[in-house]
């Protein structure tokens, strides 16, 4: 197993800020109890966001990357659970919650934003079952401290047997809590193989994506990745990725269904999410993908992104919402 596979798989999250935001107030964090009969605790009823923060110290600042577009994620994702959020907050509302708590916490580093919403309890006079209807909806929004992805030859993965919930099962395009333990299933399984992460085939047996992230294929020349229809959530940091290839590289990236063996043809095959950053893989399936190494297109994207969120290329400004501490 590579060094990578026993560490954590992006900079280690550390200790929890001292402040948290719960349903209209921000607490010590100490404060912010659930009960065992937690809806979405016994049910999965919650959507959650991933955002990230980087810390330049020559600014000043913390950069937060696409805050109010993940924000408006989690509302959609809300919608599909109703839950509802707070006042009638939206997603302006829920960004500037988030940059007040970053100021109280005050952490001068790269921080990982977690916020959350879920079903709580039972309205009075509901009776008990699994329901959407008749529960109250709580949100939360907590930091953490949490590092760049670690930086190496790239990543083993493998391809789990285990299939990507379908859209018509279970919205792909939200990221509701109970699905993920569809992907906490296919990592480990593919980690008891000796691999670090795991790519999820979709029900009509092409390529959905990894346990986190999104897949990318270099093949050709052609810069590819899955469409939405594929069953994938439709990452923010793959958005990103097709930004910087237009800008940066002149290339548009191909949306389409991806056999499981382009894998192993690819020249290059790179990961995307916010916890990953833009992480290169390189084998599948105990298949070296190209030389075995991170190719020229996932190394040019990866530098451009890093400098590109934390504040030092002009062209990606627009991204990030700037906070000074």
Sequence with gaps: MTTEATAPPTGAPTTAAPWVYLDGD???????????????????????????????????????????EHFERFAASCAFLRLDLPGGAGPGDLADITVELLRRNAHRGHTYIRPLAFKRAFEPGVPFGVKLRGVTTSVSIHTVPMGSAPTGPGIRC??????????????????????????????????????????????????????????????????????PSADILE??????????????????????HVARSELYTADEVFLTGTGVEI???????????????????????????????????????????????
């Design 158 to 227: 493998g391809v789990s047997s285990w299939r990507r919930i379908p859209d018509t099962s279970l919205p792909a395009r939200a990221k509701i809590t109970g699905g993920y333990a569809n992907n906490a299933l296919a990592v480990d399984e593919v980690q008891a193989a000796g691999f670090d992460d795991a790519i999820l085939l979709n029900h009509a047996g092409t390529v959905a994506e990894a346990s986190t992230s999104n897949v990318f294929l270099v093949r050709r020349g052609e810069l590819i990745t899955p469409p």
């Design 235 to 256: 990452g923010i940091t793959r958005g990103c990725v097709a930004e910087i290839a237009r800008e940066e590289l002149g290339a548009d990236v191909t949306q389409r």
């Design 26 to 68: 921000v607490i010590p964090a100490s404060d912010a109890r659930l009960t065992p009969s937690t809806q979405a605790l016994n049910y999965g009823t919650g959507v959650f966001e991933g955002i990230r923060g980087y810390w330049h110290g020559d600014h000043g600042r913390l950069y937060v990357v696409r805050l109010r």
């Design 279 to 325: 992480r290169p893989v390189r084998e599948v399936d105990g298949r070296a993908v190209g030389r075995g190494e991170p190719g020229p297109v996932t190394t040019r994207l990866a530098e451009v992104y890093a400098r590109a969120v934390r504040g030092e290329d002009e062209r990606f400004r627009e991204w990030l919402t700037p906070v000074a501490l």
